[in-house]
T-cell receptor, first 113, second 119 residues
Framework: DGGITQSPKYLFRKEGQNVTLSCEQN?????MYWYRQDPGQGLRLIYY???????QKGDIAEGYSVSREKKESFPLTVTSAQKNPTAFYLC????????????FGPGTRLTVT | AQSVAQPEDQVNVAEGNPLTVKCTYS??????LFWYVQYPNRGLQFLLK??????LVKGSYGFEAEFNKSQTSFHLKKPSALVSDSALYFC?????????????????FGRGTQLTVWP
């Protein structure tokens, strides 16, 4: 899991509440990514950011929001508009444009009831 | 469009036997290919990558993968499986084209293959 931390590991929320998942990296990586993992569906890209103050929507951005105010931080907010938020959320980072692999944090399991 | 297929949801193999986890891909340019492993309730760990050069790529924990351009495949292999290799394995391909503000650098993942190694 390297120098990427995600907190908390488990998170429980009531339906209708917004919740923010933390992702911090001390690797000095430029790019950061948020994925959602559901059983049997692999990883789906929610948002990604290649530089500070810039981010792009991935394949399933509806109901989510992000910010990238600092290079080391890329928090993800799951809003009440997300219809099915219960999932395992993974944050990843990549060093720079000349690096190809991404490195992942340990993940946050979000349960909304 | 880029995509990855892992045709087997599960692979079962006896300890000590060779293992293969299959992956095929579709990309618009030159493929950059990756394998990751995930243990329960953990993040993904990078195993190996193919960018260019030798078709046989060696990675962590004794794993290797063979790039086959004509078959658009990148199968993961290990000569002798261990019980501790039991995990979920993901193949991924990178978008090799793009410009500023595009999807340059994002990975497209397969659905994953659950490997179980029996003692």
């Amino acid at each position: 899991d390297g120098g990427i931390t995600q907190s908390p590991k488990y998170l429980f929320r009531k339906e209708g509440q917004n919740v923010t998942l933390s992702c911090e990296q001390n690797l000095n990586h430029d790019a950061m990514y948020w994925y959602r993992q559901d059983p049997g569906q692999g990883l789906r890209l929610i948002y990604y950011s290649q530089i500070v103050n810039d981010f792009q929507k991935g394949d399933i951005a509806e109901g989510y929001s992000v910010s990238r105010e600092k290079k080391e931080s890329f928090p993800l907010t799951v809003t009440s508009a997300q219809k099915n938020p219960t999932a395992f959320y993974l944050c990843a980072s990549r060093r720079d444009r000349d690096t190809y692999e991404q490195y992942f944090g340990p993940g946050t399991r979000l349960t909304v009831t | 469009a880029q995509s990855v297929a892992q045709p087997e949801d599960q692979v079962n193999v006896a300890e000590g036997n060779p293992l293969t986890v299959k992956c095929t891909y579709s990309v618009s340019g030159n493929p950059y290919l990756f394998w990751y492993v995930q243990y329960p309730n953990r993040g993904l760990q990078f195993l190996l990558k193919y960018i260019t050069g030798d078709n046989l790529v060696k990675g962590s924990y004794g794993f290797e993968a063979e790039f086959n351009k004509s078959q658009t495949s990148f199968h993961l292999k290990k000569p002798s499986a261990l019980v501790s290799d039991s995990a979920l394995y993901f193949c991924a391909v990178r978008d090799s084209k793009g410009n500023r503000g595009s999807t340059l650098g994002r990975l497209y993942f397969g659905r994953g293959t659950q490997l179980t190694v029996w003692p």
